[in-house]
């Protein structure tokens, strides 16, 4: 080898062969572990009201249609922070009509859970978009309208109708629908929160929004 030159030695981990009668313990600490998500879905996305977690990846995915077009629907990846308040909590389910909970155990998702939880509404689909145009994640079509009734903000518009995406991925489905994902690190100290009434787009009378 000449003088100056350096030669770059790859590492190469060994995985362990399985032995019959290991302790769970003992093997799941040598094993590598994959990522998941628990789903959140529908009323079980109300265990995330008032309860802290952190986004670090969305997924804008195809949706319904309305007027002859389809929409999409935001799939949030977050991780539940490691500590909960049981007080906290309750007061922050108490201003979104829920039940109050007798203790932690009575949540769905435990401390530090993967959970991904789905939106398409006025609420946290359009909080999200609304968010990546600020980080200059996505471009929009100006003038960019961030208020009104459902399509009358910029913010409702699936990713088809941004006008780019300079941060994150971009995809086109078989069906040619436009879709996105991106990583981030998003903290919403209050979790999600409700907003109860009833209209023509919302059947069920609820919107959840992020805090």
């Known amino acids: 080898m000449a ?16 032995q019959p009668g ?15 998500y628990d789903l ?11 309860v802290p977690f952190v986004i670090t990846g969305v997924v804008f995915r195809p ?26 909590i ?3 389910r108490e201003g979104s009509r829920l039940p109050r909970l007798s203790d932690l155990d009575a949540l769905t998702f435990s401390p530090n859970s993967h959970v991904v939880f789905n939106d398409g509404s006025t609420g946290v689909y359009r909080q999200m978009v609304q968010y990546l145009w600020t980080r200059k994640f996505i471009t929009l079509k100006a003038p960019v309208s961030e208020a009104g ?13 941004w006008t780019g ?7 086109v489905t078989e069906s040619g629908f436009h879709t996105y994902s ?25 919107t959840r929004y992020i805090g």
């Open 40 to 50: 959140a879905r529908d009323e079980l996305a109300d265990d995330l009201v008032g």
């Open 165 to 171: 995406t300079p941060q994150g991925r971009a995809g």
């Open 182 to 206: 991106a990583n981030l690190l998003l903290y919403c100290p209050r979790g999600l929160r409700l907003s109860l009434y009833e209209n023509e787009y919302t059947q069920t009378g609820k």
């Open 22 to 36: 290991t302790d769970w313990e003992t093997l799941i600490q040598s094993a590598d572990e994959v990522l998941g």
């Open 3 to 18: 003088s100056g030159e350096s030669t770059a030695i790859e590492q190469v981990s060994q995985i362990p062969a399985y």
């Open 149 to 161: 009734s459902y399509g009358e903000s910029s913010f409702d518009l699936p990713p088809g109708d």
């Open 63 to 88: 949706g319904v249609m309305r007027d002859k077009k389809q929409q999409a629907y935001v799939s949030c990846e977050t991780r539940i922070s490691n500590k909960l308040d049981l007080r906290a």
């Open 90 to 92: 309750n007061g922050r």
